[in-house]
């Protein structure tokens, strides 16, 4: 009874347009008042104990190093960089959108951002040089979305705070993962393009190959700075977020100088807005993750799931179809942030590895990005490139099943995330 009271209230309200944070915070109301211990002082003091956390330090500072590397020059250097390596094969401008997620993945932490600055610079070259334009556009939205699951990502940092989960392990286990996403995206990349007829560009020569590497050299030290850093040891993933921020604002200062005080500024306006909307919505789902404790929800769902704990595939195959469902309808965080405080129990309970668990499970969530009809990174490649969603569809789908495939190898053999993962970690 309590489990369907929060389900129809939470659901309820966001199909009334409520907005996800107001609605977690009327579904936790309802189960207050349902188990008769509605206070305001109780709720207030919930809200602001949800985001009093040092993990969630590193989403200002990671948004504010994404923010920079976008205005600062260093997103363009790794695209001139991929350019001057892979520009000439054939399909080579896609190979390029591919290299350069992977590496724009390993800076920003952000799929929107990563995918609008894919589709503003390359795709006029790709139409320029007659490239088919619906598998153009669903290759880079497909290519923004690695960014979740490769260190830093934003999402990784919400669902270790969410699951309780170690991010730095969270971060680690995510390199191979991401690496398998884009080698996937080569694959099919390589099968649709090879009966097209588009320009081949000339081969740069080692002079330029050695200016495109200079000059994004500093780019490219990021990724291995926080990587490195949180390997050995040398600073946990908030701290990085603050060298990240602190490395970038350099970089664009001092070195490219195309970081302006006045740019500078819209970039701290713009990160405080983002940090506002996601800080309410962490706090919001916290309130609403305790009181699913308090209500025994967990035990509720283990209860309806309970033939299923003694056979953990299963059960993950279940859950999987469950948050991908949830994720055509729902964006990324809300559903890290909904759905993980109901399933984590189960999956402890079942002997899954939480950090297997987080990682697939925001893999999965990434996924739900390019498909319509709410997929964000789907849209704003579309608004950005001026396409229509249903072109883009089209040229997706390709890409879209080789994820699915891609997921339902993890969910059947978790031996490809844990065994890289513990190697890294060592």
Known sequence: MTLILFLTVLLGSILLGLPVAFALLLSAMALMVQMDMFSANILAQSLLNGVDSFPLLAIPFFLVAGEVMSVGGLSTRIVRLASALLGHRRGGLGYVAIFTSVLLAGLSGSAVADAAALVSILYPMMKKAGYPEAPSMGLMASGGIIAPVIPPSLPLIIMGV???????????????????????????????????????????????RRAAFRDGIWALFLPIIIIGGIRFGIFTPTEAAVVAAVYAIAVSTLVYRELTLAKFYQVLVSAARSTSMVMFLVGSAMVAAWLITVAQLPQQLAEMLGPLIDHPKLLMATIMIIVLLVGMVMDLSPTILILVPLFMPIVKMAGIDPVYFGLVFVINTSIGLITPPVGTVLNVVCGVGKVPMSHAVKGLLPFLLVYLLLLALFVAFPSIIIVPMNLLIG
């Open 162 to 208: 969410a699951g309780n989960i170690s991010i730095a392990k969270l971060f680690i286990g995510g390199i191979v993962p991401g690496l398998m996403m884009g080698m996937a995206l080569v694959i099919v990349w390589s099968i649709v393009i090879r009966k097209e007829d588009v320009q081949v560009f000339k081969k740069a020569d080692k002079a330029e």
